[in-house]
């Protein structure tokens, strides 16, 4: 416990995995998208954008959200099955490579994306989602394993404080071989892949291979989901852990949606100059990424003071605000602030939701099914919000539309907080 080379292995695997979360989804592949997968005319005006998929019709971005929230259904029903299988053996290390793995080749494959056989095309996007966030299912696993609770918030802060600033210097090397020597963003994809798995060695060298436990010999591909059924029936008596992840599980619809299609967002609904699209999103990312560093750190300092719980809440109340905000901008400098407010409480509540459950977790020996449960209920919450992010573009043509749909999610999980009981443990978190 607490060892600094461990935590410091741990921690750099943020540095490692948060190119895909920039470059891929943030960044630079939702403009590529948007360009290959969008109609225009003589002046680059956009005049079309349906896709055919498997012969019916779709808005691009429309397509875009129900992959990704495939992707999201996929990783929710495998975990379980995975957890326990890595319980059972003590080898999350090995399932945190596999996925580490699975997510590079896919994010390299991208650079054949083509819009012609846009149903193989997808499937790249898919499984990088799948490799991405199936890693992170063990990846958070090893937080309570390899510090005590007291130690959490920081540790985690720092991981994805880490990750914005490693992922942000590899955005910027991208974007000065894109705009600077004509390189085709196609090569980005590449670059992730690379970055992804050759940082990730660093972590896998100092992270231990096993904690050892005693087992009983069961079956251990359906030992995940009878792993999370115990953990239901633990959580049913806890009232603080099973209030707050009802909290979790509906902001979480917002708070991701929000992360993944922002970029698409910004590309259709803000009036950029001639031109000026790329260049002002490009600024937006960077934006939102070096602000979110510091709202890491900024919002674990204010849970030290007034708790976790409150801390949350604070969050919850600026995402209303970027919803209500949202609907109504139509200018570049108008996104500007909003990405800015956005970077603040971006970093912080990812990183604070980890920490505080890392903290609400009882003492057991299977700390992998325990953030199984949670990463199934944050998956889940995807699925649902970004299936109705673009099922409501779908029907009402509008982004706008979409967005302001989600401080819904926001206000629920804001209520719910208030129900988490302010015990003395939780406001010492």
Request: with cysteine.
């Amino acid at each position: 416990m607490n060892n600094k080379k461990i935590i410091n292995a741990w921690a750099f695997y943020d540095w490692a995995n948060s190119v895909y979360p920039l470059v891929i989804t943030t960044a630079i592949f939702p403009m590529f998208y948007e360009a290959v997968t969008s109609q225009t005319d003589a002046s680059g005006a956009v005049i079309s954008d349906m896709v055919t998929f498997f012969g019916m019709q779709f808005r691009n971005t429309e397509l875009y959200s129900y992959v990704a929230s495939l992707s999201f259904l996929i990783v929710s029903f495998s975990s379980p099955i995975l957890s326990g299988i890595a319980d059972y053996s003590d080898n999350k290390k090995g399932f945190l490579q596999f996925f580490c793995y699975l997510g590079s080749i896919s994010c390299a494959s991208l650079y054949f994306f083509d819009v012609d056989h846009l149903e193989l095309s997808m499937l790249s996007v898919l499984f990088a989602s799948v490799g991405f966030w199936g890693s992170i299912v063990f990846y958070n696993a090893y937080l309570p394993q390899i510090a005590t609770a007291d130690k959490h918030d920081k540790i985690s802060a720092k991981g994805y404080a880490l990750g914005y600033l490693g992922s942000s210097i590899l955005l910027i090397l991208n974007l000065v071989f894109i705009m600077g020597f004509d390189m085709s963003p196609r090569w980005s994809f590449v670059t992730v892949a690379i970055w992804w798995v050759g940082f990730s060695q660093i972590t896998y060298r100092r992270l231990p291979n096993v904690f050892k436990t005693e087992r009983e010999v069961e079956n251990k591909f359906t030992k995940g989901w009878k792993e999370l059924k115990k953990v239901w029936k633990q959580v049913k008596h806890l009232k603080r852990i099973r209030t707050y992840l009802s909290s979790f599980f509906i902001y979480s619809m917002g708070v991701q949606t929000v992360m993944l299609m922002a970029t698409l967002f910004a590309a259709k609904e803000i009036d950029w100059a001639e031109d000026g699209a790329k260049t002002g999103l490009i600024v937006s990312v960077l934006i939102i990424q070096f602000i979110a560093i510091l709202g890491a750190y900024l919002l674990a300092a204010i849970s030290k003071k007034i708790g976790n719980i409150y801390a949350l809440m604070i969050t919850l109340v600026i995402w209303i605000g970027v919803c209500i905000a949202a609907y109504f901008i139509h200018t570049p400098f108008q996104f500007y602030i909003i990405a800015a407010v956005v970077g603040l409480v971006m970093g912080g509540i990812q990183s604070l939701s980890r920490s505080t459950y890392s903290k609400l977790v009882p003492e057991t020996k299977d700390y992998a099914s325990f953030f199984s449960f949670y990463d199934v209920l944050e998956k889940l919450g995807i699925v649902i919000g970004t299936f109705a992010y673009g099922f409501i573009e779908g029907v009402t043509g509008s982004m706008r539309n979409s967005i302001f749909a989600l401080m819904i999610f926001f206000i629920i999980g804001l209520l719910l907080l208030l129900l988490v009981p302010k015990e003395k443990k939780i406001a010492a978190a």
